[in-house]
């Protein structure tokens, strides 16, 4: 079994700033990626961004691309999302999730642990 607590959501002006954090304990040493994804009101939870745990291969939502940065750190098994030039349309919860499959981990069906989600708001 794999724990995460995500952490870090809030409120933020359009145009600002956040940074999310994800922290993994359990069974991690299997872990082949980890995401985010976020939903939005009235809306499917969509994938937001991916890295590959060991050598760091990174995947990005189109719509974030530019904007949103994730990063790890092995030894703290902990995933982030920097996220700038928020927009009001990037409201909504973020998850954080981990795989231990082997393939695109742009696709919310190869996530075996989620954690409960953190909100972000953006104002306009």
């Known amino acids: 079994q794999v724990a995460l607590v995500e952490s870090g959501g809030g409120l933020v002006q359009a145009g600002g700033s956040l940074r999310l954090s994800c922290k993994a304990s359990?069974?991690?040493?299997?872990?082949?990626?980890m995401g985010w994804f976020r939903r939005a009101p009235g809306k499917e939870r969509e994938f937001v961004a991916a890295?590959?745990?060991?050598?760091?291969?990174?995947y990005y939502a189109d719509s974030v691309k530019g904007r949103f940065t994730i990063s790890r750190v092995i030894a703290l098994n902990t995933v982030y999302l920097q996220m700038i030039s928020l927009k009001p349309e990037d409201t909504a919860v973020y998850y954080c999730a981990t795989t231990a499959k082997y393939g695109s981990p742009m696709f919310e069906a190869q996530y075996d642990y989620w954690g409960q989600g953190t909100q972000v708001t953006v104002s306009s």
């Open positions: 890295i590959e745990r060991i050598d760091g291969a990174t």
């Open positions: 359990g069974r991690t040493f299997g872990t082949y990626a």
